[in-house]
Structure formats: C-alpha cells, structure tokens
C-alpha cells in the first residue's frame, strides 16, 4: 500500500499535466489540423507554429514515459503489455478502419501500420503515425523503465538507439527520423518520474536557473539548425524533452485546480480526439461546409470542434464502460467458480 502511495502523483503535478496535455490536443485539432480544410489562413505554417508542433508533440511523448513509469517498472512486462493492448489497440485499430472507409489514406500504409511496422516502412500514414511509433515504446517501456535509472545510462540509452538508427540508414534501411526526434523524450521522462517519487514538488532556485538555461539553449539550438538534413533532427531533439519539463515543474509550483478541472473533460478525450478528429473533420466537411474562407473557419472552429470533443469523449465514455464491465465480468465469475 505504502509502495502504491508513492507512486501516486502530486497533485499538483496531476493538474499540471491535464492542462499541458489538453491545450496540446486543442492546438493540434483546433489549429494545426484545422487549417488542413480551408484556405483562409495559408500561413498557419511557419517557423514558429512548426516549432509550437515539436513542443506539442514532444508533450505528449514526455507525458507518457513519465505517467507511465509507475506501471512499466513495477508491473510485469507481460502483464503490462496486456493492459496497454486493452486500452489502446481497439480503438486505434478501430480508427484504422475509420481512415480506410473515409479514404483518408491507402490499405498499404495502414496495413502497416496494423502491424506497428510504419516508422520502418515509409512513408508514414498521416496522423497515425504517432500512435505507431508510441506502441513502439511501449513495447520497450518496460527494459527501459528498469534499466534507465541515472542519468548516464539515460545517455547511454539515447544514444546507442540514435546510433542504431543511423547505422541503419548508413546501410539503406529507411526509418523515419521522427522516432530519434522522440525517443530522448520518452525515455527521460520516465527517468524524471524515477526522480521524483516521493519530491515535494517544490525547486530549488538553482535548479530553477539550470531548467530555464536548458530551455533557452534548446530554443536557440532550434532557431540554428544543424544544416545536414538527415542530422536536422538533433536540433530538434531539446524541443520534444527539455521545454515539456519546464512547463509540467514550473506549471507544478502553482495552484491550478480550477483550471484543470475545466480542461479534465479535455484530457479525458485525448486519446480518442487525436485518433478520430481528422474522420470527424471529413465527415462534417462533407456534410456541410460553407463558401466564404471566414465563415469556413468560424464553421470548423466552433461547430466541429465541438462536435468532435462530444463524439471523441463519448466513445472513450464507452469503451471504458466496455472494458471495465467485461473486467468485472471476468472478475465476478473467478470468484463465483468451484474451487476458489
């Protein structure tokens, strides 16, 4: 019990990654993807929005190593393989199916992706993609969760798999270089939570002077690429790991209750957002859509941004129900058979 206590978040840190993780969503449906189905704003991508998306999509990696170390390092990796199937597979094989029926993308790369293989066998299937190369880490969560325990093995790791991946490349193997973008990212933020069970939460004024050093150079890092396209990645790598940790601490050392209670609804529907919100885009769009570029984006906005949270959190309301009542299920007859 005592074990479990401590594994449990702050609850400040709790309310931190609520609100990080809703607005991330938010920006990538309701800004990022948003201007895909209208040509009213042809600047929405730029230097600055594409740096916003490396933070955003770092985010949501980060996040994940560092909620789900608690999970991939105390439980077995066979029984935390068959949890993260339960709650993430269906419905991402069920967006697979959504994005073949509506066209969005051809059987080849889908297929792929089915079978986790698309980060090495490209090109990448739009917007899925992520979601591929997250069950990838999953994959390895559990040996890295045990393995990565101080900084220099979390360099260590990070760098012998950048390594591997440019031996391959050497050699003419694809893969695609959004995985190394990563992959630093998840890995260190399951290193994180290593390091800060059982912390107050509160920073010490250096480390406050170090964190915010590190988020300015990876800002100026960005700003000067490497200039060899197939090492450009690198700059990016301090983006994805760096600027997400400074928000969840510095977000962390203040009471952000109300706040996070109104985005809870958000985050509860990420999952299924970012995995359908581009189905429910082209559905709407075919539905109706109107002529002026104004009234287009004022119909994307406020009509199927909503639209698509409602639909997004009613179908994890009920997979949860699914999932949950079939455990009791199984649960309640264990107990109820002879010989228990």
Known sequence: MQERKTQELPMNQSHALTIVRSVAILFIVGYWHLFNYT????????????????????????????LLFPKAAHESPLAFYRNRVIRIY???????ACFYVSGLESPERLIKAVFLTSMYALPLPMTLWYIVMLLQFYILAPFLARFCTTAPRFVLTVAAFIGLHLCLGFFGVPFSPRILLHFPAFTWGLLLRRRMQGASGRMHAGLWTLLVAASAASIAMAMDPIQVPFLRFISDVPLTAIIPTFLLLFLSQWRMS???????????????MYLFHRVLYRILTILYFPEGQLWQVFYLACICVPVIFVVSYGMQRLYDFFIHSRSYGMRRNQKCSPGT
């Open 39 to 66: 040509d009213a704003f042809p600047g929405y991508t730029n230097w600055l929005t594409l740096r916003m998306i490396t933070v955003v999509m770092g985010t949501f990696t980060f996040s994940s190593g560092y």
């Open 90 to 96: 269906p419905l991402f094989l069920l967006a697979v």
């Open 258 to 272: 109300a706040m996070a209670r109104i985005l809870a609804p958000v985050a509860y529907a990420m999952y299924t």
